[in-house]
């Protein structure tokens, strides 16, 4: 199983990005997708979760302006991030978690700054 983080870039504070995470080699159904971040110098950080029913949750400060979804048929999930601020800058991971797998992704730098 492979885990390919991609749509991270540079956006401007109050902007608005959306970061994808597609998984490769199993089906997408049966994993729970999770998105951490880790920004220079500070630990890593939950951000968000989808599990396979579609349950979600989010991170301290994080629900309100992000979103997280799945589609199932393209083996991906997304995470919708708007209202962004400076303190948003950081490497975005992806997780897939199913009974005892348990699967990293490379991560996809987000920069907000104007």
């Known amino acids: 199983v492979q885990l390919q983080a991609s749509g991270g870039g540079l956006a401007q504070p109050g902007g608005s990005l959306r970061i994808s995470c597609t998984l490769s080699?199993?089906?997408?159904?049966?994993?729970?997708i999770a998105w951490a971040r880790q920004a220079p110098g500070k630990e890593r950080e939950g951000v968000s979760c989808?599990?396979?029913?579609?349950?979600?949750y989010y991170g301290n400060y994080m629900e309100g302006r992000f979103t997280i979804s799945r589609d199932n048929a393209k083996n991906t999930v997304y995470l919708e991030m708007n209202s962004l601020k400076p303190e948003d800058t950081a490497v975005y991971l992806c997780?897939?978690?199913?009974?005892?797998?348990?699967?990293w992704g490379q991560g996809t730098l987000v920069t907000v700054s104007s």
């Open positions: 080699g199993s089906t997408l159904d049966d994993y729970a």
């Open positions: 997780n897939a978690r199913m009974a005892w797998s348990n699967y």
């Open positions: 989808i599990t396979s029913d579609g349950t979600t």
